[in-house]
């Protein structure tokens, strides 16, 4: 039992709450709250009438005994916190390693060894490249004889990109065809292939690169006006476009992109810009047609 004088209790620290419960001649019983950053605990306290240098010294003593409670409590808190936390990145860092170890266990029991016996784990993981080689290295599925560009009448106002493949193209490579076309009308249509603006490209390579915004601001825009569907009709292909300003960039830009899809995926014999008629191409054929087709861009 705690016991304080009533016209002391304004002598208690400022983080205990106290409430009247009820009092008499003798006493007056007071609920006194002792309030931490976690939890609360509650003492009621039982004041009788007594000397005032008794009460003063109680009164002390139980200033003491409180701060000792609340350091006690403020100690557990902390201690459950740290052992939350340590049980939580313990049970975070056990789901990482399953996943892991679910996804490939071969692999982790190679690396799982690696140290104890290097050299059987470095012949291990040889043998695994050679098993999956076929899944690692992909090989090239295009053409290595270089791609024949000519052009035909080309205008940059209203021409046909006409395409002439090695063999019929398969959905996939007609899918990577049409990305690449799209993907280059989008970076003309923005600007992006503006030859009166190359500031980094012709710059000098020993100095440190800058770029005048204010110039760059200041050139004559760009643009790439239309484009349309791409047609194909068996190992033929052509598509319509208006570039609109003549900017050798843009098509410099196309070339290097299909050159290259000539080479490891799809093999295009030749590009031809411009032109009204291209080989065996027959004009109002329908996608019911085999082997004809169109796709959007």
């Not at 009247?20 to 039982?46: D, G, M, Y």
């Not at 009788?48 to 240098?53: G, N, Y």
């Not at 266990?105 to 040889?126: M, N, S, T």
């Not at 799209?182 to 390579?205: D, E, K, P, T, Y």
Request: a negative charge; charged letters at 25%; one cysteine or more.
């Amino acid at each position: 039992m705690l016991i304080l004088h009533p016209n002391r209790l304004n002598l208690l620290p400022s983080n205990i709450s106290r409430q009247t419960i009820f009092s008499n001649s003798s006493s007056l019983h007071v609920s006194v709250t002792l309030s931490s950053s976690i939890r609360q605990k509650k003492f009621v306290l039982v004041i009788p009438k007594a000397k005032r240098s008794e009460l003063n010294r109680r009164t002390q003593k139980l200033k003491e005994e409180i701060i000792d409670i609340e350091a006690e409590v403020d100690e557990d808190d902390s201690d459950d916190e740290d052992e939350e936390f340590s049980s939580s990145r313990k049970q975070f860092r056990g789901r990482e390693e399953e996943k892991d170890y679910d996804r490939d266990p071969e692999f982790a029991e190679i690396l799982g060894g690696c140290f104890d016996e290097p050299e059987k784990a470095q012949a291990r993981v040889e043998e695994r490249i050679r098993q999956k080689r076929n899944k690692i290295l992909q090989p090239k599925t295009g053409n290595a004889t270089p791609m024949l560009v000519t052009f035909n009448k080309f205008d940059f106002s209203s021409s046909y990109l006409w395409f002439e493949f090695y063999n019929a193209p398969l959905p996939n490579d007609i899918s990577l065809i049409c990305d690449t076309i799209r993907s280059w009308h989008i970076v003309g249509r923005l600007g992006g292939c503006n030859s009166m603006n190359m500031q980094l490209s012709q710059a000098s390579l020993d100095k440190r690169p800058s770029y005048d915004p204010i110039q760059g601001a200041n050139v004559t825009p760009t643009t790439f006006y239309n484009i349309g569907d791409f047609e194909v009709q068996e190992n033929l292909g052509r598509i319509w476009m208006d570039i609109g300003t003549s900017e050798p960039l843009l098509l410099d830009i196309l070339i290097n992109a299909l050159t290259q899809i000539s080479s490891d995926y799809v093999g295009i014999k030749q590009l031809v810009f411009g032109g009204s008629e291209f080989e065996n191409w027959k004009e109002n054929l329908t996608s019911d047609v085999a082997g004809c087709s169109v796709h959007k861009i």
